[in-house]
């Protein structure tokens, strides 16, 4: 091993890992757990892989890693869930309601 080995990178520079198994089966177990879901693809960056948001009708929410946009569309369709583009659309307002109201529960729970 040379001195600088533990410092060279692997892949493209950033990403860290790509979609799993795992986040597909999260995905699919969410969306069972929950009403009203809708899917949005958020496209690659060069710090992330393509991912999509699955938000329930009350706002909750998660995020994973996903193939690619097509892979989001067939998963959309195995679940029989809408699926939309964050860069088209954005993100639902009931998805930003939901966070705010969790940061505010947060901040008074610290406070007491």
Sequence with gaps: MGLFDRFRRTGRPG???GAT???TS?????AGSHRGVEAFV???TTVTETTVVLVAHD?????RRIGDEQAAFRLGRKLGIPV???SKVGYPRRMREYT???RT?????AAD
């Design 42 to 44: 958020e496209p690659r």
């Design 26 to 30: 999260h995905l699919e177990a969410w």
């Design 105 to 109: 529960q947060t901040r008074r729970q």
């Design 59 to 63: 706002g909750e929410w998660t995020r």
């Design 21 to 23: 198994s795992h986040d």
């Design 15 to 17: 990403v860290t890992r």
């Design 84 to 86: 939309y583009e964050v």
């Design 100 to 102: 705010a109201r969790l």
